[in-house]
């Protein structure tokens, strides 16, 4: 069985079990929602999708706007919210001037927002979190990585990339350089120092192969400075998976 009929099989029936008919997904424009999008219009139908653009300031929806239109969603489905006032609120209280934590305040207002609109609708919400950002850390915890149901939880960033393909995304998406867009200009390969291409390949090895970074370096298919680099950075991130610490 293919991974198009797993994953829109495992819609169906989770949102069956739940007794839920509706759907509430942040879209960014990204090829992560850009396909958790395409996948809950193909399981649910996109009459029961409701998808909720989140720019922050004068950032574009555009990318956003394509690809809800692409899936033929009823425009009375969408609704955009500007987070600007609720992120410079928080900012101007708690007297914000780190980027990070700014971040972190942008990504938990948006979880705040996206919520919500699941309450009023009586809906479910659709995370778009990727099997590497998750061992990588690359998350907000409470923010962006806050939902009900996750369709791409366990495919790599490389392989959420060839299921838009299989669905016939724009190209355009597939092409795009995946940001979290949390401040003007960045990038999640510039800022964690590596191409998601070469990181899936070693966190293959390190996650499904359950190989040492050694054994890993010792097949020399790698280079031995990345491989460490990734290895570090998924041990450093290794407490959002397990916070919080429990008695």
Known sequence: MSELVKITDFLRQTFSKTGKTKAVIAVSGGIDSAVA?????RALGSENVYPIML????????????IITWNGIP?????????????????????????VRLGNI?????????FDLAKELDALVCGTENKSEK?????????DA???????????KTQVRELA?????????????????????????EEMGFSYEVADKVLVE???????????IARGEFDKLLVERVAERVESQKFKQVVPYEF
């Not at 390190?206 to 970074?213: C, P, Q, Y």
């Open 165 to 189: 393909q299989e669905l016939g995304l724009p190209q355009e998406f597939i092409e795009k350089a995946p940001s979290a867009e949390l401040w003007s200009g960045q990038t999640d390969e």
């Open 106 to 114: 942008k990504a938990r207002s948006r979880m705040i927002v996206v």
């Open 206 to 216: 390190l996650i499904d192969n359950k190989r040492t970074v050694d054994e890993i």
């Open 37 to 41: 999008l395409t996948f809950l219009v």
């Open 55 to 66: 720019p922050f300031a004068n950032q574009s929806s555009e990318d956003s706007k394509k």
């Open 135 to 143: 061992h990588l850390g690359y998350f907000t915890r409470f923010g």
């Open 146 to 156: 806050a939902s009900d149901i996750e369709p791409l939880s366990t495919l790599y």
């Open 75 to 99: 425009e009375g489905n969408t609704r955009e919210i500007n987070i600007e006032n609720f992120v410079k609120s928080f900012q101007e209280k708690l007297q914000i001037d780190s980027p």
